[in-house]
């Protein structure tokens, strides 16, 4: 990898550099080396991955999309540290202290932390008390009393006192002395690694409430008093602490091991490193001192801070994780298609906001009804609403489950009631993020004329129309279906999402002459400014009959034609292959096969008996191998299939609207509505989001909740305790459990609830505020913390 400013000697060291980083991330997949380089050229040639996980097969022998973004990744990250590599080299350099030797530990580093360790000596920092000591001519001092300590430690430094140096007396020689051995033991980059390490196996978090603190950080309450293992502790623990912490409520403590009597093991390490131990010489006691002085200044803080970004780190990691697999989740749920339906964003005081889109998702009426308190028009609200489904056309009614949803939600089924000729069907639709996307730039362009409250209702309507094609037009970290999303790196967080969002479009397929702008801006090679482009030449010149005719778009060159065709649809064009998955490029393999069954395109697609009866290797040629072929067949075969599930929906209970109709063994029906690492979130009807925590959801081990149930699913629950009080619903999935008995919940071995301080400590996330009875999830908080809330865990 070459690097601005570097010298021509180096570039032969560079670019084995890059070679192994290829070999690395080779190992690192379990792949071959030549399939990290063929997908390496591709991405640097500008190519997306979901294209070179769809068309490129036979370059990279088939890497999926998931191989393809760990590739990218750890490409990123390792290319960041051979830029990093470069640079302290350079500065090493400069400063005419790289040897042989020192150069090869440098270039032998495979971590950013294992380089800094090495570049620390050697990085330029503010004078230090070492510094002005070796200024003062006291580093031999320190040497020799290392070298020897059969020396008598103040007899030596009493040579080296000099008032014009700075160095009073003796006293003052053997403290330059120290602070010159204590930076040489804090630097040493094998003794930090290997302490690291330890105490990274051994240490535990803990943490302790702050001194009247205790009423104000009620949510906390599980960490007042709390000490885990670092290698033990889940991710939402660690964030909820820090989190804690932030907010001035917690004292966090990272502590090397279990406290214990007598010296610490890791003093006795360092000593051993350095030659260090007690016999009875001279100097024995004050350089055992010494060392115990540099782990407790210097070694231990430095080693804090390292663990502190690692807990943090590999925190966030798995929570970026989690926000990823249930944003896709959430776009992948099925949608209700091409039919007409009824928005409703319920409301109390400002009444449910009504809109009706037909199958395309074109406004057709909006209007405000008032059936709740303080109004209490009831029958002139369904009168409405049932005068709108007739007269358009309904077929579904779509409820935001914000404030007032479950007192909307038996409105419409008084409306289906009243009204079975119009045959309808209500289904409760999340809405977080909807009042962002009402108010955004995109929404006043798209519906101008309309009230901002109105537009959260069509959002409603589209969304269980096309949950992909509308939730695309929302920051997905305003989709909110992760947990502290508010403390992770924001470009981690925004990276991750971004290719979530980027997979599951490009995974569907794009309908180019009824998509909006932010669908087509997450076409594989497509930019914001090339997809308000497509728009205005579809405006301007009709819907595109062609593929090909994409090429007459503004700014559309080679390159992004090449990586968009494949992921457009157009139905009903001039090409059936148009409306497939099949890339242009690949054309000529269909004619062969037309040729080859006596078929014209049309009579070929969908034709299963004919398709199957060709030989995928007699179509193989130098451009397309053996998996292209076979892909082409497949998609022929079923042309432009979607790959979510079929529409279904949950059926809430009658009668059970709000917490207190629950009951211990009742069996409901409910939707997921997020899942975390220490469970999932089911609504079942009554304002507040029940717990299913991971260690209900199966008789066998469950490491991942995401194994058992995703966003979306509909699931048969068992409620197993209700808290009022505190709004808390235990659910479980495993309907042969014993609800608890009244008083109190259900208890394991160890007379503690089960799981019940992760279940607690997960509640920080939240963050306060209310349930959804009283008021609409702040969509900055999203989906997780208003799970969270209505869960009573906040």
């Not at 998996?627 to 209970?653: C, M, Q, S």
Request: aromatic residues 4%; contains cysteine; hydrophobic residues 40%.
């Amino acid at each position: 990898m070459t690097t601005p400013g570097s010298n021509a000697s180096s570039t032969s060291s560079e670019s084995s550099d890059e070679r192994s980083i290829e070999s690395r991330i080779a190992d690192e997949l379990g792949v071959r080396e030549r399939q990290v380089k063929a997908a390496v050229e591709l991405l640097d040639g500008g190519s997306t991955v979901p294209f070179i996980a769809r068309y490129r097969k036979e370059a990279t022998e088939m890497l999926d999309d998931a191989q393809l973004r760990t590739l990218e990744e750890r490409l990123r990250y390792l290319r960041e540290l051979e830029e990093r590599r470069t640079a302290i080299l350079d500065s090493v350099r400069e400063q005419g202290k790289l040897t042989e030797e020192l150069e090869a530990r440098i270039r032998g580093a495979e971590t950013k932390a294992r380089l800094e360790d090495i570049y620390l000596p050697f990085k330029p920092k503010r004078r230090t008390k070492a510094q002005i000591a070796r200024e003062a001519g006291l580093e031999p001092l320190a040497e020799g009393l290392l070298a020897d300590a059969s020396v008598d430690p103040s007899a030596a430094a009493a040579a080296f006192v000099d008032a014009g140096k700075g160095v009073a007396d003796a006293q003052a020689a053997l403290d330059g002395a120290r602070s010159i051995l204590t930076e040489k033991f804090s630097e040493d980059a094998d003794l930090i690694g290997e302490l690291r390490e330890r105490m990274w196996t051994r240490g535990r978090l803990a943490a302790k409430v702050k001194d009247g603190k205790e009423e104000a950080g009620a949510k906390f309450a599980d960490y007042f008093d709390f000490a885990e293992p670092f290698t033990e502790l889940p991710s939402h623990r660690v964030l909820a602490m820090l989190r804690g912490e932030k907010e001035d409520v917690l004292d966090l403590v990272l502590e090397p091991e279990e406290p214990a009597e007598g010296p610490s093991s890791y003093e006795a390490i360092v000593a051993s490193r350095f030659g260090i131990a007690d016999r009875g010489r001279p100097g024995d006691k004050w350089l055992g001192d010494t060392v115990r002085w540099a782990w407790r200044t210097r070694i231990l803080v430095h080693l804090g801070i390292d663990l502190r970004l690692r807990l943090r780190t590999a925190a966030e990691d798995e929570a970026v994780n989690v926000f990823a697999a249930n944003l896709r989740d959430l776009l992948l749920a099925a949608p209700a298609g091409t039919r007409a339906t009824l928005g409703l964003d319920p409301g109390f005081r400002t009444g449910v906001k009504v809109a009706v889109v037909d199958a395309t998702g074109k406004v057709v009426a909006t209007d405000v009804i008032h059936p709740h308190v303080p109004a209490n028009r009831w029958d002139e609200a369904i009168a409405k609403l049932a005068r709108l489904a007739k007269e358009h056309t309904v077929d579904l009614i779509a409820i935001g489950n914000g404030t007032a949803s479950r007192e909307t939600d038996k409105l419409a089924g008084e409306l289906i009631t009243k009204h079975p000729e119009l045959k309808l069907t209500k289904v409760m639709v999340s809405e977080a993020g909807a009042s962002v996307y009402s108010a955004s730039a995109f929404a006043s362009q798209e519906l101008p004329d309309m009230d901002v409250s109105l537009r959260g209702a069509v959002s409603i309507a589209r969304r269980l129309q096309d949950p992909l094609a509308e939730l695309v037009k929302i920051d997905p970290k305003s989709i909110g279906v992760g947990q502290y999303q508010h403390d992770l790196s924001e470009v981690k967080l925004s990276r991750s999402l971004d290719a979530v969002v980027e997979d599951c479009v490009n995974g569907v397929g794009v309908d180019v002459n009824t998509a909006s702008a932010p669908l087509l801006a997450r076409v594989s090679g497509i930019t914001s400014g090339l997809a308000e482009n497509i728009v205005a030449h579809r405006d301007a010149n009709g819907p595109f009959s062609s593929r090909t005719a994409l090429k007459k778009v503004s700014r559309l060159g080679p390159k992004a034609y090449e990586q968009c065709a494949g992921f457009l649809r157009i139905r009903g064009g001039d090409d059936p292959l148009d409306a497939s998955s099949v890339h242009p490029e690949a054309y000529p393999v269909v004619r062969r096969m037309v040729k080859s069954a006596g078929q014209e395109v049309a009579g070929l697609i969908g034709n299963t008996s004919v398709l199957r009866s060709l030989r995928p290797d007699r179509f193989v040629d130098e451009t397309f191998g053996l998996p292209t072929v076979t892909d082409i067949l497949r998609e022929l075969e079923k042309p432009g299939r979607d790959p979510r599930p079929a529409f279904k929906t949950a059926t809430f209970k009658e009668g059970v609207e709000k917490i207190s109709d629950l009951a211990s063994g009742m069996v409901l029906e409910g939707v997921v509505t997020n899942v975390a690492a220490f469970g999932a979130f089911v609504d079942v009807g009554v304002h507040q989001d029940g717990l299913v925590h991971v260690s209900a959801m199966s008789r066998t081990f469950v490491k991942d909740p995401r194994d058992v149930v995703k966003p979306g699913d509909i699931v048969k629950v068992k409620v197993m305790d209700v808290d009022i009080p505190r709004k808390r619903i235990s659910l479980t999935l495993r309907l042969d459990d014993e609800a608890a008995a009244q008083g109190g919940p259900k208890k394991e071995r160890g007379g503690k609830p089960p799981r019940q301080r992760q279940q607690r400590g997960a509640g920080a996330s939240g963050g306060g505020g209310k349930g959804r009875s009283s008021s609409a999830p702040a969509a900055s908080n999203g989906a997780m913390a208003d799970a969270l809330r209505r869960a009573g865990l906040a």
